[in-house]
């Protein structure tokens, strides 16, 4: 039996924390126990042997009983992150102190020649061992060490006693120790046992939980679960007004692995892809397999728009192609090629369900095998087509930058004499069949597809050429140079440096460069944002926030940043004469300004009354089709030839 036991104790290590808490739970009642025992066995001692044997001993069973029962409370408290092992030792620690104080009671108070006292002390610590056995016998080492502690000098100080009853006695606990030893152990393995009837119980049903839900072969969510999962996420989507997918996945010619190579292969290749789409799919995201060679992933939270949704559902689907199938896979001392067809629906769109959901999705999956396998097809042909589109225009974008077909205009901001004392940097594109097209229309693209980034660049770039010209020309009359920064750009990390960097190739003037951020680039992180923005200040570098008015224009943050300049927005400038609601916006952000002393540009401004009705309010700086267009950079040349007095001009190129 106990052969049987020892390997049960090591290789079930999860055993522990039950046989632990096992002896805690049962430890309550002892403590009653062991005080009235021990104070009625010191009582009843203290005229044999007196106060100096006896009070040293009661005091040490008084301090055991009570670290025991601290530990016995600092268990109970400590419910969550529980130790087992170190509460083990700690339950051990106990046990054997214990029963070194019985132990002690047994060899220093045996009065030898004290029959009845003999009789009451024997009664105690058989008492003790008994009592033991239920609260020890989870742990075997304890209760062992406890019984024989306990009772053993008992034992020897009867036979010491050489008289027939001695011997007798002596005779007595030791059967009694080894009945408790033998009742000890079985009590320790039927706990054991139950124990282990109850991990096994719970194994077997998580397996069962597990088997109605997960494929057997790749452990992927099932049909079932999948159900549930669409059913929750289409509730979810429809309650929060955002927008998911669900991709419906078939590899392609799956049959001729299983044909040529046999079904072993199939399965392992079937693994592989149940690998990757788990490692792709993030953790709000469900991949499933619904039988076969078909699989499914639903997305969720693909944000508010039907153009955005499909816009990310297929570039996700693109990725997962590029993932299945354009790395091999490995089967049977195979190395095989193995193409996706992907079939996308968006939802909610109307009133479907699930099961619609999925029928529309393999529909869709259907019309990508057709359309020549290895590619995407979207379940409805609008759908389509927005995402068809949004390709297209990502595509003929990174032509129009690696062709060079970008152009940077400038846009002259001038001060309430007319003098421009900065331009704004404008992209545009030159496209050879569509003329000049205006960046509306093509940085939302830019942004979303991460083009911003090598945009930017070529803008800075430019920019910062433009202006190495402008100081060479004009010396310290250069009008300053303002280049916007879209919210990624922004907060790209190592933009400082970056930008410190261009300037130092192109030999531009860092103190002529202007950022222009808009709030939404900047609330994201303000501290960050500051230390970026800080950063750059120091090289020179100066900041405007762009399109003021329009964001969260609060205060509060306003003071934190280290900006001199808000740029009105053109919506309120556009209508500030007929608008009342506009020119009070307007009115309270040139309040506003002024009484954080920064400076106010007026974006937009076209007519000479509203150059009059924002002067009136304090605003001295304007930018706007009354003064100039945005113009090439030699347009630019002559405006400022024309507009910058000369004598400031003539003053061009002195050091001050
Ligand atoms: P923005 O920064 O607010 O630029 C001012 C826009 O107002 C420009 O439009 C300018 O042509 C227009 N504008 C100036 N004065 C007037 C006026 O009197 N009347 C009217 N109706 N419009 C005026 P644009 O050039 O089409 O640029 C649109 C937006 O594209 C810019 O708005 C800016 O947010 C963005 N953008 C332009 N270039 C870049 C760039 O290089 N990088 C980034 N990230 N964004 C850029
Ligand atoms: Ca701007
Ligand atoms: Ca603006």
Redesign the pocket.
């Known amino acids: 039996m106990n052969a049987s036991h020892v390997p049960v104790r090591q290789d079930h290590s999860y055993l522990q924390p039950g046989l632990v808490d096992f002896h805690y739970r049962s430890l309550a009642l002892s403590f009653v126990a062991n005080m009235v025992n021990a104070i009625l066995l010191a009582a009843i001692q203290l005229q044999a042997f007196g106060p100096w044997t006896v009070a040293p001993w009661a005091a040490a069973a008084l301090v055991v009983i009570g670290a025991r029962w601290l530990d016995f409370r600092a268990y109970h408290r400590n419910r969550e992150a529980r130790d087992a092992a170190r509460w083990e030792r700690r339950a051990t620690a106990g046990a054997v102190a214990s029963g070194l104080i019985w132990g002690l009671a047994g060899w220093f108070l045996f009065p030898v020649d004290d029959m009845a006292r003999q009789a009451v002390l024997a009664f105690v610590l058989a008492g003790m061992a008994a009592g033991a056995v239920t609260t020890l016998s989870s742990l075997r080492f304890a209760v062992s060490a406890f019984l024989a502690l306990t009772l053993l000098p008992l034992m020897v100080n009867f036979f010491a006693a050489g008289t027939g009853m001695g011997l007798i006695m002596g005779f007595m606990t030791l059967l009694f120790f080894a009945s408790l030893h033998v009742t000890a152990r079985r009590m320790n393995h039927t706990i054991t046992e139950s124990l282990e009837m109850r991990h096994a119980n719970e194994l077997a049903e998580r397996h069962t939980r597990r088997q109605a839900h997960y494929d057997e072969l790749t452990h992927l969510p099932n049909r079932r679960l999948l159900g549930e999962r669409i059913g929750q996420e289409l509730a979810r989507s429809r309650r929060h007004g955002d927008m998911g997918a669900l991709l419906f996945l078939d590899l392609d010619h799956f049959k001729n692995i299983n044909d040529s190579l046999g079904h072993p292969a199939g399965d392992q290749v079937l693994k592989q892809v149940a690998q990757r789409l788990r490692h792709r799919v993030r953790g709000e995201d469900t991949a499933a397999r619904l039988g076969g060679d078909e699989f499914v992933v639903l997305l969720s939270d693909l944000g508010g728009s039907e153009a955005q949704a499909g816009n990310e559902a297929g570039a996700f689907a693109a990725e997962l192609q590029r993932i299945l199938s354009h790395t091999p896979y490995h089967a049977q001392g195979h190395e095989l090629h193995v193409s996706t067809s992907i079939g996308i629906t968006l939802f909610p769109l109307g009133d479907e369900d699930g099961d619609d959901l999925l029928r529309q999705a393999d529909t869709a999956m259907y019309s990508a095998k057709s359309g020549g396998r290895d590619t995407v097809c979207f379940y409805r042909t609008d759908m389509q087509q927005a995402v068809n589109r949004r390709l297209q225009a990502e595509k003929e974008l990174r032509t129009a930058i690696a062709n060079h077909q970008l152009r ?2 400038y ?1 002259p901001m001038v001060d309430h004499r007319g003098h421009p004392f900065g331009v ?5 594109w030159s496209h050879p069949e569509r003329g000049l097209i ?3 229309h093509f ?1 939302p693209v ?2 979303e597809s991460g083009i ?1 980034f090598e ?2 660049n070529w ?2 770039r430019t ?1 910062c050429l433009d202006l190495a010209r402008l100081r060479q020309r004009y010396g310290t009359a250069a009008p300053s140079v303002s ?4 919210p990624r ?1 922004f907060l790209l990390p190592g933009l400082a440096d970056h930008i410190i960097a261009i300037a130092a190739e192109t030999a531009a003037d860092l103190n002529f460069i202007r950022l ?1 951020v ?1 709030e939404s680039g900047l609330l994201d992180d303000v501290e960050r944002a500051v230390e970026k923005m800080e950063r750059l200040r120091e090289h020179g570098v100066r900041f405007s926030i ?2 003021f008015g329009t964001g969260y224009s609060s205060l509060a943050y306003l003071k934190q940043l280290p900006v001199d300049t808000l ?1 009105v ?2 919506s309120f ?2 209508d500030v004469l007929v608008d009342k609601d506009d020119a009070v916006i307007v009115e309270t952000i040139l309040a506003m300004a002024n009484h954080l002393r920064l400076h106010s540009v007026a ?4 007519t000479q009354e509203v150059v009059e009705f924002l002067s009136a309010r304090g605003c001295e700086r304007f ?5 100039a ?2 113009i090439p950079f030699d347009e630019l040349l002559g405006f400022i030839d024309e507009h910058v007095p000369m004598d400031v001009q003539a003053g061009a190129g002195l050091p001050n």
């Open positions: 940077v205009f846009q704004e940097a404008l992209v545009r205006t960046p509306d940085i830019a942004e911003i945009l930017g803008v800075l920019a280049i916007n920064l879209s750009q222009e808009t762009d399109d740029k927005d053109r400038i556009r974006e937009g401004v076209e930018q706007g089709y009354l003064f267009r945005p």
